[in-house]
């Protein structure tokens, strides 16, 4: 595969078939492969397949299939037959509001959530995909409660803190927000976007740069490809006086999201302190051009100071 041949690649995962035919990962490898080389029949059977052993997987790959290979009214049909056949179940809903989300229909998807959550009896993934849906259309009340209600039925799921957390943030309420995000570090160390916002937090809000090192740290090990986590780490470093080394991940942050003006504007304020001006006075421009209100706020008075 790494050498685009396609051919052996398809060879090797069906000699591995033969020898395994269960395999789940040498059936998506298969379906993937074939889909490759748009030979979608023989994509679609292999990820029939899949389908039952690991059904979700199956299924999402399959609809997905249909989708890209202009079959649209084959995935239509297929996820009326699982809404029909497996109402007790989330992952039908879960494929339902993700195709709905495809066809830019966030009603509809909010709308199969719903229904979804009202007959399964495990519905916590179907209301955390509610809960941030509310949150992209700014229903914030709506996605809070939604949360809460996870968190109450599942007290130990750090993804649900984290994400109630970044609704308080949109809502103003920092210090609650904090606390969420230690409540889901708490419970998973390797949740990264809690431990990312954290260390924002800590060191923008709350005045504890020293503290925000070791969370900001903690999520660029994870991922440390991701730039809006080197923008974090970044911010937190210069909050520290480590200017060098936030410069270094800024620039980088800076090339991989040129768009978010978020990132120039730190870059700005580490250029500012190397003595960089006529490039932070570039960098600053640029943000009040097409930066956020709250960045453009940031860039007017660091431009005054230069």
Same mark, same amino acid.
């Given at each position: 595969? $790494?050498?685009?041949?396609?051919?052996?690649?398809?060879?090797?995962?069906?000699h591995?078939?033969? $020898?395994? &035919?269960?395999?789940?990962?040498?059936?998506?490898m298969?379906?993937?492969?074939?889909?490759?080389?748009? *030979?979608?029949?023989?994509?679609?059977?292999?990820?029939?397949?899949?389908?039952?052993?690991? &059904?979700?997987?199956?299924?999402?790959?399959l609809?997905?299939?249909?989708?890209?290979?202009?079959?649209q009214d084959?995935?239509?049909?297929?996820?009326?037959?699982?809404?029909?056949?497996? +109402?007790?179940?989330?992952?039908?809903?879960?494929?339902?509001?993700?195709?709905?989300?495809?066809k830019? @229909?966030?009603?509809?998807?909010?709308?199969?959530?719903?229904v979804?959550?009202?007959k399964?009896n495990?519905?916590?993934?179907?209301?955390?995909?509610?809960?941030?849906?509310?949150?992209?259309?700014?229903?914030?009340? *709506?996605?809070?409660?939604i949360?809460?209600?996870v968190?109450?039925?599942?007290p130990?799921?750090?993804?649900?803190?984290?994400?109630?957390?970044?609704?308080?943030e949109?809502?103003?309420? !920092?210090?609650? %927000?904090?606390?969420?995000?230690?409540s889901?570090? $708490?419970?998973?160390?390797?949740?990264?976007?809690?431990?990312?916002?954290?260390?924002?937090?800590?060191?923008? @809000?709350?005045?504890?740069?020293? $503290? =925000?090192?070791?969370?900001a740290?903690? =999520?660029?090990?994870?991922? &440390?490809?991701? +730039?809006?986590?080197?923008?974090?780490?970044?911010?937190?470093?210069?909050k520290? @006086?480590?200017?060098?080394?936030?410069?270094?991940?800024?620039?980088?942050?800076?090339?991989?999201? +040129?768009?978010?003006?978020?990132?120039?504007?730190?870059?700005?304020? %580490?250029?500012?302190?190397?003595?960089e001006?006529?490039?932070?006075?570039?960098?600053?421009?640029?943000?009040?051009?097409?930066?956020? &209100?709250?960045?453009?706020?940031? %860039? !007017?008075?660091?431009?005054?100071?230069?």
């Amino acid at each position: 595969m $790494k050498g685009k041949d396609f051919t052996k690649a398809l060879a090797a995962v069906k000699h591995g078939l033969e $020898k395994f &035919p269960g395999s789940v990962m040498l059936l998506e490898m298969q379906g993937g492969l074939l889909l490759q080389e748009k *030979q979608f029949d023989d994509a679609a059977a292999a990820y029939t397949r899949l389908a039952e052993i690991a &059904p979700e997987r199956g299924y999402g790959l399959l609809t997905r299939l249909y989708f890209v290979s202009d079959q649209q009214d084959k995935g239509g049909q297929l996820i009326t037959d699982l809404l029909k056949d497996h +109402p007790d179940q989330d992952y039908p809903y879960l494929l339902a509001a993700r195709i709905a989300l495809q066809k830019r @229909n966030v009603d509809g998807a909010i709308e199969t959530l719903q229904v979804g959550i009202s007959k399964v009896n495990q519905p916590v993934r179907l209301q955390m995909d509610l809960g941030q849906l509310y949150g992209m259309t700014g229903k914030l009340e *709506q996605s809070e409660k939604i949360y809460q209600s996870v968190i109450e039925k599942a007290p130990r799921l750090s993804v649900a803190y984290s994400s109630l957390g970044g609704v308080k943030e949109q809502m103003g309420d !920092k210090g609650a %927000a904090l606390e969420l995000y230690r409540s889901a570090v $708490k419970y998973d160390k390797r949740n990264v976007k809690a431990l990312n916002n954290l260390a924002y937090l800590l060191a923008d @809000n709350f005045g504890e740069a020293k $503290k =925000a090192l070791n969370s900001a740290m903690s =999520a660029y090990r994870l991922q &440390p490809g991701d +730039p809006r986590i080197m923008d974090t780490l970044a911010f937190v470093l210069l909050k520290n @006086n480590k200017v060098k080394e936030a410069v270094v991940l800024l620039e980088k942050a800076h090339k991989l999201l +040129p768009e978010v003006q978020t990132v120039g504007l730190h870059l700005a304020m %580490a250029k500012i302190k190397t003595g960089e001006l006529e490039t932070a006075k570039q960098l600053l421009q640029d943000v009040i051009k097409k930066g956020q &209100p709250v960045d453009v706020d940031q %860039a !007017k008075l660091l431009l005054k100071t230069i």
